[in-house]
């Protein structure tokens, strides 16, 4: 209670700042007098003002889910003593003998009981198959098979080991994440309802060794996790995970399991569990730790492919975007992606260089100012957010003040040029990043 107290408390104080700022900007937009320039800010702030009502709903709704929370898990507490679904994790993995043992490790130890675990080699040529057969016979009380094929593709593995599996429950977890102990218990209970197809856990970044993979640590708490935990009000999480997610098998089946023709597998399943009129949840203390790209090259290949892979997604499912009156909740779904994925980026490095070139050339240096300090505000915002209901450092706040500056940027720029290239076609291969086994 204390808590959430705070939580709401801290949240009014930052709006009061960010109307501040937010009226001084305006107040500097009526003082410009050269019309092209005032066009040109007037379109900043029309869309300063609909980023900052998309963030602000967000936190206010993932602030409601948190509250409701409690709530909710006194009665998840009550009825997971009547559930015992049979869950098989399906661990996917390609050319992965640095991570997976680690992540192996964290999925025998697993709490919960009524499990199995298949790990399906999708045609590596170093020693992944060794290693996970090691936890074959040192399982420790779980069923682990490991399972080999022909490469085909990371949707093809996981089709493959559901064919395999067992269980009512389908977990897909990645072969570079491990889990928190407790994962399959906190997620498994959300099957009660018949309506959830797809429950989402939190993914953290486990290497935090230099300022690149400090920025994606909080970008993971505030740009992905508080999103999701957002959305999952709604029951209308956009993104199951790679890392980690749990899905109804018979879900599954029935939207024809993974498709191989996107780069993002995990968008365009869920997609189709929405489409299909399926809930999507989010559960927050289901964690999974991931190793993020410590190089500033492997993280932009990471974001070209994850922007391509929704990009490719959004063009598959592209009738739902104007289906507004028969599936809304899909609808939806897929514009607020598109804005994520398309508008914001051009807008936000168009935006950068209209007020770089407002500073040095129309003597309105002041805008600079504003436009980093609201954004700044709201990033410090989330990010003490998410600190406060997570177990996350609290120095990943300071990091905010550069998040904005060069992060974003940068992953912005990435998402223009991927853009690009898929709009004229242009081919691209999988991209998989070398892992340092820093799990």
């Known amino acids: 209670m204390v808590k959430n107290i705070l939580i709401i408390g801290f949240s009014l104080f930052l709006i009061v700042l960010l109307g501040f700022v937010l009226y001084s900007f305006y107040y500097n937009f009526y003082t410009i007098n050269n019309i092209v320039v005032k066009i040109g800010v007037g379109v900043i702030l029309v869309f300063t003002s609909l980023v ?3 963030y602000m709903l967000l936190l206010f709704f993932s602030i409601l889910k948190t509250i409701f929370k409690t709530a909710d898990e006194q009665h998840l507490e009550r009825i997971n003593k009547t559930l015992n679904h049979r ?21 025998v130890n697993q709490s919960y009981q009524n499990l199995e675990i298949i790990v399906v080699d999708d045609g590596s040529t170093d020693r992944t198959s060794e290693v996970a057969k090691y936890y074959e016979k040192h399982s420790k009380g779980k069923k682990v098979k490991v399972l080999r094929k022909p490469n085909g593709g990371k949707a093809n593995a996981i089709n493959f080991g559901i064919h395999h599996s067992t269980g009512e429950l389908i977990m897909v977890v990645d072969a570079d994440s491990k889990l928190e102990k407790d994962a399959v218990t906190l997620m498994e209970r959300y099957f009660i309802d018949p309506n959830i197809a797809a ?23 505030e740009g992905l996790n508080m999103v999701r935990n957002g959305q ?16 109804r098998k018979d879900a599954l089946y029935e939207v024809g399991l993974y498709d191989s023709d996107t780069f993002a597998e995990d968008c365009d399943v869920t997609l189709k569990l929405i489409t299909r009129g399926y809930k999507i949840d989010f559960e927050s203390d289901a964690v999974a730790y991931t190793e993020a790209p410590e190089h500033l090259l492997d993280l932009i290949k990471q974001r070209y492919r994850w922007t391509r892979g929704i990009l490719q997604a959004i063009k598959k499912h592209k009738g739902l975007l104007w289906n507004i009156r028969k599936n809304p909740a899909a609808s939806f ?4 992606m598109l804005f994520e994925s398309v508008f914001w980026p051009f807008m936000d490095v168009w935006t950068n260089m209209f007020i770089i070139y407002l500073s040095l050339f129309s003597g309105v240096s002041i805008l600079i100012f504003y436009w980093w300090s609201i954004f700044t505000i709201l990033d410090m915002a989330g990010a003490l957010y998410c600190i406060l209901i997570t177990n996350e450092k609290l120095s990943l706040v ?22 690009i290239e898929e709009w004229f076609g242009i081919k691209m291969t999988w991209g998989k990043l070398e892992r340092k086994g820093n799990l």
């Open 333 to 336: 779904t897929m514009w607020y």
């Open 52 to 54: 900052i009502l998309r």
């Open 232 to 247: 999952a009000l709604l029951k209308l999480v956009n993104i199951i995970p790679g890392p980690i997610g749990m899905f």
């Open 199 to 221: 429950v989402a856990g939190s993914v953290y970044v486990s290497n935090q060794t230099n300022l690149l993979t400090k920025l994606q640590a909080l970008e993971y708490i």
């Open 398 to 419: 300071f990091y905010a003040v550069f998040y904005r500056l060069f992060f974003i940027t940068i992953i912005n720029i990435a998402k223009i040029f991927s853009t």
């Open 87 to 107: 869950v098989s994790i399906i661990v996917p993995a390609y050319n992965e003998e640095v991570v997976i043992g680690k992540s192996l490790e964290s999925l």
